[in-house]
């Protein structure tokens, strides 16, 4: 991947997929069907946690 911008829950498949004992995590989320349903989780994951910090004032 080198070369490549990634972000989201590409970031973390990729970390997974070279972190060791984790490679499973790659190999569920990563599979060619997941990577939709993946994003979609992480992505409204990610909605949340701004929104949870914009209320305590962190951001």
Not at 31 to 45: I, S
Request: aromatic fraction near 16%; glycine fraction near 10%.
């Amino acid at each position: 991947m080198s070369g490549r911008l990634i972000v989201g829950a590409d970031v973390a498949i990729a970390i997974w997929r070279v972190t060791k004992g984790e490679g499973w995590l790659a190999s569920l989320f990563g599979n060619p069907a997941m990577p939709p349903v993946t994003r979609f989780a992480y992505d409204r994951f990610a909605d949340v946690l701004f929104a949870w910090n914009s209320r305590k004032g962190r951001w």
